[in-house]
């Protein structure tokens, strides 16, 4: 499967964005999906995941409340919806996809797409 994220951009703290990680080949909808981010000079960190049919989520606790996975099936894209953002959240967002379960794991994912910027100014 190939991966290719956007929406990306920067927003004003307490604002809003919606990250898109759109999955090509025919067997996309069996893949767990995982967002990851990384902030400069720091290790790539798990946001949120969530399983091939959507029926399961996970977030790490700092943005529980404010993030929320989802994913469109019919569409192979999975979205990243992220509200009342904060200038530590500012990283380069990745997601990562795998076959079968979703993990916390950056390990565990074979498939990433390339990076989208988001930048959240105080």
């Known amino acids: 499967v190939q991966l290719q994220a956007s929406g990306g951009g920067l927003v004003q703290a307490g604002g809003s964005l919606r990250l898109s990680c759109a999955a090509s080949g025919r067997t996309a909808s069996s893949y767990a999906i995982g967002w990851f981010r990384q902030a400069p000079g720091k290790g790539r960190e798990f946001v949120a995941a969530?399983?091939?049919?959507?029926?399961?989520?996970w977030y790490r606790d700092s943005v529980k409340g404010r993030f929320t996975i989802s994913r469109d099936n019919g569409k192979n894209t999975v979205y990243l919806q992220m509200n009342s953002l904060l200038p530590e959240d500012t990283a380069v967002y990745y997601c990562?996809?795998?076959?079968?379960?979703?993990?916390?794991?950056?390990?565990?994912?074979?498939?990433w797409g390339q990076g989208t910027l988001v930048t959240v100014s105080s």
């Open positions: 969530i399983n091939p049919t959507g029926s399961n989520t």
């Open positions: 990562a996809g795998r076959q079968g379960g979703y993990t916390l794991r950056v390990n565990d994912y074979a498939y």
